[in-house]
């Protein structure tokens, strides 16, 4: 189960990417609207939301882990349970991938109007 601390990484990266992303798009965009001084920062809601579901993404992968690993060491875990739980870190992931994309997707949108 070595790759789980890659993947929790990534996803740790993931988020401080988007939270700054989110954080320099918002500036940006209220900055040339307004044209006032853009060195004041806003506290994005986006980054607190995306930080939660990245912290629920891992937790799903631990019991995930786990699970299996209690299943091929036979510590009384059965087959059901672990695949019920590496679905739900399955679905859990591309589900915060989608996030993700929307995200980056959003942004670009927001880079692409022209004021």
Known sequence: MTAIPSIQLAAQQAAASATNTVAAASKNAVGALAGADTSVTYQAPFAGLF????QKTQQLETNAANSVTGLLSGQGVDVHTAMIATEKSDLGFEMMLAFRNK???AYQQ??????
């Open 51 to 54: 930080q939660d579901a990245v």
């Open 103 to 105: 995200a980056v997707a």
């Open 110 to 115: 927001l880079m692409q109007l022209q004021f």
